[in-house]
T-cell receptor, first 111, second 116 residues
Framework: KNEVEQSPQNLTAQEGEFITINCSYS?????LHWLQQHPGGGIVSLFM???GKKKHGRLIATINIQEKHSSLHITASHPRDSAVYIC?????????????FGKGTKLSVKP | DADVTQTPRNRITKTGKRIMLECSQT?????MYWYRQDPGLGLRLIYY???????NKGEISDGYSVSRQAQAKFSLSLESAIPNQTALYFC???????????????FGAGSRLTVL
């Protein structure tokens, strides 16, 4: 079983829809990251959070430490949001600096 | 200029050839990483380095070696490339100043390697 699981694997939405991507993990963590990988391959860090909720523009990330679960929400989705979204955790007690990555959720937003 | 620069961006080579992927950064970060990405497998850690004198193996280091020439430079070598090393390779740096121990990663644009 993977230590970081994302769902769904693939998601197709219509422009304007509210989108939720989920991430569950099974290890102790010091932080959780959401990354975005563009179709061209580049990866950018969207959020790092260890508790609560963060918001940046139309993106909202939440984490529930007790349930070992995080969600990434996109409000008013747009075709430019089409990308692969990757959840990663910094493993508490693991090799410092080593992240464990989920396999990603491929999002396609249709106009 | 990009904060983390990888060269080459694309490379096609033959089995048995020696290949070097280079990474340089202007972030001033001490920590640098090499990851490999394969379809359906996600990102996997090859090697990481916390400073010039610190090199550590990741989960899939076999067949690879690294060199940390300076704080800003971290190179990945495939001494004798084989077809199953065909993948997208990413260099990344992280900020060690976060007191929680968590990191914020900055990725390079990736190096696509094809071994025939």
């Amino acid at each position: 079983k993977n230590e970081v699981e994302q769902s769904p694997q693939n998601l197709t939405a219509q422009e304007g829809e509210f989108i939720t991507i989920n991430c569950s993990y099974s290890v102790g963590i010091s932080a959780l990251h959401w990354l975005q990988q563009h179709p061209g391959g580049g990866i950018v860090s969207l959020f790092m959070l260890s508790s609560g909720k963060k918001k940046h523009g139309r993106l909202i990330a939440t984490i529930n430490i007790q349930e070992k679960h995080s969600s990434l929400h996109i409000t008013a989705s747009h075709p430019r949001d089409s990308a692969v979204y990757i959840c990663a955790v910094t493993h508490y007690g693991g090799s410092q600096g080593n992240l464990i990555f989920g396999k990603g959720t491929k999002l396609s937003v249709k106009p | 200029d990009a904060d983390v620069t990888q060269t080459p961006r694309n490379r096609i080579t033959k089995t048995g050839k020696r290949i070097m992927l280079e990474c340089s950064q202007t972030k001033g970060h001490d920590r640098m990483y090499w990851y490999r990405q394969d379809p359906g497998l996600g990102l996997r850690l090859i090697y990481y380095s916390f400073d010039v004198k610190d090199i550590n193996k990741g989960e899939i280091s076999d067949g690879y070696s690294v060199s940390r020439q300076a704080q800003a430079k971290f190179s990945l070598s495939l001494e004798s490339a084989i077809p199953n090393q065909t993948a997208l390779y990413f260099c990344a740096t992280s900020d060690p100043s976060d007191s929680s121990g968590a990191n914020v990663l900055t990725f390079g644009a990736g190096s696509r390697l094809t071994v025939l």
